[in-house]
């Protein structure tokens, strides 16, 4: 299976890592507008392979890309060079939507030259909106974003710390934006079938409080992150790997990945069966009525942010 990395930043370089790692891809070409740094990234990469499932990965240009299965685009500006660190912001990772949209309407046509066969991944910010662009650029729908796959990791292991159990062992989703918007999805949260609520509310510790905590941490994750390391980097380099993964294997499995929804009209996460085709089945959650009018609201914010850029 042939991958194409574009954008080769902190996101770029670790997910082509975690991909090596997983072993789901025989050819990774990485495509940077900044050919050096894709250069040594694939080179610093190169001689650590003996060690990896074999795979070979190379710098190149978009031309490079000709037969590639999956494209992973993460180009772009991220939200500390992009001025999106701010956590009394509501708009939070959208305030990079103009500057990243025009960045994919050069670049998507030009993928499209070489790899017109190829099903896409957007990982830049915003996703949900730049997934809906990249879908009408690109003049096909095998297209999705990472949506709110890392917030519902995120929601799992804040929830696995708070319960001291395995996160494996932590049913739990985050729908609607990868944003601020975004909904957590409480009342179905469970572990071993054992509603969450229903845990935290035989404890002595007001539920609210836990739940504002645990809500503040996922919501802002990005930025604590950033003031540590400047981008948030290998949780997502794990996420986009799982979903190659699942890609290169047609495997239909379960993600909180982001693709269009026709009832609602937007690119949005809801819980959706992923393939080689990319989505192509989408589920609506069991929910409460707050929680619908949540997800309502976020489907909102990005039908507005996405009418600005298509
Ligand atoms: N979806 C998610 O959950 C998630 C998580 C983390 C980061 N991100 C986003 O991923 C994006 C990348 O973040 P990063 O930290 O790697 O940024 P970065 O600045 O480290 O890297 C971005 C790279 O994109 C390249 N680039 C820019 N325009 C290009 C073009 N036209 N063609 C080819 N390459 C181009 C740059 O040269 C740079 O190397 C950001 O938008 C960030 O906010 C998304």
Redesign the pocket.
Same mark, same amino acid.
């Given at each position: 299976m042939k991958v194409g990395v574009?954008?080769?930043?902190? +996101?770029?370089a670790a997910a082509t890592m975690a991909l090596l790692a997983r072993g789901c891809a025989r050819e990774i070409v990485l495509?940077?507008?900044?050919r050096a740094?894709a250069k040594g990234v694939a080179l610093d990469i190169d001689y650590g392979l003996p060690l990896l499932p074999p795979a070979d990965v190379s710098a190149g240009e978009a031309t490079d890309l000709t037969g590639a299965d999956l494209l992973i685009i993460?180009?772009?500006?991220?939200?500390a060079?992009g001025g999106a660190t701010d956590r009394n912001d509501p708009t939070g990772?959208l305030r990079?939507l103009d500057h990243?949209a025009a960045?994919y309407r050069?670049?998507v046509p030009e993928l499209m030259t070489t790899a017109p066969e190829a099903t896409i991944m957007v +990982?830049?910010?915003p996703?949900d909106p730049l997934a809906a662009l990249t879908r009408t650029l690109a003049g096909h729908g095998r297209v999705f974003?990472?949506g709110t796959v890392?917030d519902t990791l995120r929601f799992r292991r804040h929830l696995s710390q708070l319960l001291q159990v395995r996160a494996e062992d932590v049913q739990a989703l985050v729908v609607g934006e990868?944003g601020t918007s975004e909904v957590l999805l409480w009342s179905s949260a469970n572990v071993g079938g054992v509603p969450v609520l229903d845990i935290l509310s035989r404890r002595s510790e007001p539920i609210d409080r836990a739940r504002a905590q645990v809500e503040s941490e996922i919501r802002f994750a990005?930025i604590s992150i950033i003031e540590g390391i400047g981008?948030?980097?290998y949780g997502?380099g794990a996420?986009v790997a799982r979903l190659a993964e699942a890609v290169v294997r047609n495997e239909q499995a379960l993600f909180t990945v982001a693709a269009h929804d026709p009832a609602r009209g937007v690119t949005l996460s809801l819980l959706s069966a992923l393939g080689s085709h990319g989505v192509t089945q989408t589920y609506l959650p069991a929910m409460t009525e707050d929680e619908q009018q949540a997800l309502e609201h976020s489907a909102e914010i990005l039908r507005q942010a996405t009418a600005k850029i298509t």
């Open positions: 574009i954008g080769v930043g902190a +996101v770029g495509v940077d507008q900044n740094r993460t180009a772009g500006v991220n939200e060079a990772r990079l990243n960045i050069d670049l +990982v830049t910010d996703p974003s990472t890392l990868h990005n981008a948030s980097q997502i996420v």
